[in-house]
Antibody
Framework: QVQLQESGPGLVKPSGTLSLTCAVS?????????WSWIRQPPGKGLEWIGE???????NYNPSLKSRVTISVDKSKNQFSLKLSSVTAADTAVYYC??????????????????????WGKGTTVTVSS | DIQMTQSPSSLSASVGDRVTITCRAS??????LNWYQQKPGKAPKLLIY???SLQSGVPSRFSGSGSGTDFTLTISSLQPEDFATYYC???????????FGPGTKVDIK
């Protein structure tokens, strides 16, 4: 059973870079899954940050794209998040997740339905001097 | 960008009640809609994917319906462990942009 564990500094200074890692256990990061980062500011809703495939292909939320880098380390079975130029607005619980996929054919075309089916427990990052 | 809204933002219900939460997309998303449950201090948990498919291990009292722009999550008989916040999420956008709704908090009446 796949499990995910986030790790990284809990406190980052304003204008600095937030760096987190998500370790994958019980499965391979090289499986046919994308892997996502999601965050949740205190008392607020969920925001998808971006995703990565084991090949290194990435997709990012346009609202964060200029500051985000997601990378993968297949040798360590983990993937990472870097968010630069952080401010207090980046204070949040950061989650990593596995993207599951369900495919369904409909009149000759195939639809791929993505969802986050395995989540880490989350790690709190505070941006403060 | 596709915007997601949910109603109500919160509701109070009793154990055994039938509860319905609505999610609306700003444009048609076919059936590319997922539902999650989140309890305080915990990560979200997938309940429903592709609008109506029940995730493995999720009790059958949870069900999802809808397509296009309007979707519903129904809990047929609310149990004590169901008091939580529920989020919808669209996965229709290309390139991917997984947008969540603002959440619906279900608490005890």
């Amino acid at each position: 059973q796949v499990q995910l564990q986030e790790s990284g500094p809990g406190l980052v200074k304003p204008s600095g870079t937030l760096s987190l890692t998500c370790a994958v256990s019980g499965g391979s990061i090289s499986s046919s899954n994308w892997w996502s980062w999601i965050r949740q500011p205190p008392g607020k809703g969920l925001e998808w940050i971006g995703e990565i495939y084991h090949s290194g292909s990435t997709n990012y939320n346009p609202s964060l794209k200029s500051r985000v880098t997601i990378s993968v380390d297949k040798s360590k079975n983990q993937f990472s998040l870097k968010l630069s130029s952080v401010t207090a607005a980046d204070t949040a619980v950061y989650y990593c997740a596995r993207n599951g996929v369900y495919s369904s054919s409909w009149y000759g075309s195939i639809g791929y339905y993505y969802y986050m089916d395995v989540w880490g427990k989350g790690t709190t990052v505070t941006v403060s001097s | 960008d596709i915007q997601m809204t949910q109603s109500p933002s919160s509701l109070s219900a009793s154990v055994g009640d039938r509860v319905t939460i609505t999610c609306r997309a700003s444009q048609s998303i076919s059936s590319y809609l997922n539902w999650y449950q989140q309890k305080p201090g915990k990560a979200p948990k997938l309940l429903i994917y592709a609008a109506s498919s029940l995730q493995s291990g999720v009790p059958s009292r949870f069900s999802g319906s809808g397509s296009g722009t309007d979707f519903t999550l129904t809990i047929s008989s609310l149990q004590p462990e169901d008091f939580a916040t529920y989020y919808c999420q669209q996965s229709y956008s290309t390139p991917p942009l997984f947008t969540f709704g603002p959440g619906t908090k279900v608490d005890i009446k």
